[in-house]
């Protein structure tokens, strides 16, 4: 008997071994995510531009610069008005 529940004692403490690494792994994800979140809210809190905000700032820029351009090269093509 006292065999018997040694060997039953063993095979959840393989069990529970067996579930640890996924445990941990769901643990960090989740402390991940909650510190994640924390700081994002900081940030938005203080007003700060997060990478995402100076990527679509530097996206923006480019094509205003473009079409500034365009119109630059548009205004060299027209003729001249005639002199009077």
């Known amino acids: 008997m006292a065999g ?12 529970l071994a067996a579930e640890l ?3 941990v792994r769901g643990s960090r994800e989740r402390v991940e ?3 994640l979140d924390a ?3 900081l940030v938005r809190e203080l ?3 997060t990478r995402e905000d100076l990527d679509e700032l530097e996206l923006r820029v480019a094509q205003l ?10 205004r060299d093509l027209r003729p001249l008005p005639p002199a009077s």
């Open 47 to 49: 007003g700060l531009a």
């Open 33 to 35: 995510e909650q510190t």
């Open 4 to 15: 018997s529940g040694a060997s039953e004692i063993f095979r959840i403490l393989e069990e």
């Open 39 to 41: 700081l994002r809210g």
């Open 65 to 74: 610069e473009h079409r500034l351009g365009l119109l630059e090269h548009d």
């Open 21 to 23: 690494p996924a445990r």
